[in-house]
């Protein structure tokens, strides 16, 4: 009778083997985690540069802009727009592209069902570089870029560049 329940399978609320030993992750310890890293990050990516400005230069700098009342935080001019012209942007829009692609590549993975699938697998990677080599032969430039080219865009472009 033993060898009989054995063949039948686990045990009414019992855990297969496999799933046994895997532990349980919290996933708001996880996601705190990772926003706080991300936050370092971002701060890291702000804060380092050739301009040699130190952190709490980039912090009094940020929270100049976040919080224009606060009469105790004065940054010289340079310093804030090195920070909010320059380096804020870059970092934000890398973190930007990071996560889409990384929710490119959850997409992929999830659709295939396989944690390996890359973006060789349909010639997106081809695809990109097709495109990419078409603007570099086409000769590329700002000028035709979104920014330039619809009209409400283009005194804000002119002032910047005027500066």
Request: glycine share 12%.
């Amino acid at each position: 009778m033993k060898s009989a329940a054995r063949k039948a399978g686990p045990a009414r609320g019992s855990r297969p083997a496999a799933l046994a030993v895997l532990p349980r992750v919290r996933a708001g310890r996880a996601i705190a985690v990772a926003s706080a890293v991300l936050v370092a990050a971002l701060l890291a990516g702000v804060a380092i540069g050739p301009a040699g400005l130190s952190l709490p230069i980039v912090v009094r700098a940020l929270l100049t802009e976040l919080l224009p009342w606060h009469p105790a935080l004065g940054v010289p001019a340079i310093d804030a727009d090195i920070v909010w012209q320059l380096r804020l942007p870059r970092v934000l829009l890398g973190a930007l592209v990071g996560a889409m692609l990384a929710g490119g590549g959850a997409a992929y993975q999830g659709v295939f069902r396989n944690p390996l699938a890359d973006p060789y697998l349909l010639g997106v990677a081809a695809g990109g570089g097709l495109g990419a080599t078409i603007v570099i032969i086409a000769g590329g430039s700002p000028e035709r870029s979104t920014a330039y080219s619809c009209p409400w865009c283009r005194p804000a472009v002119r002032r910047r560049h005027t500066r």
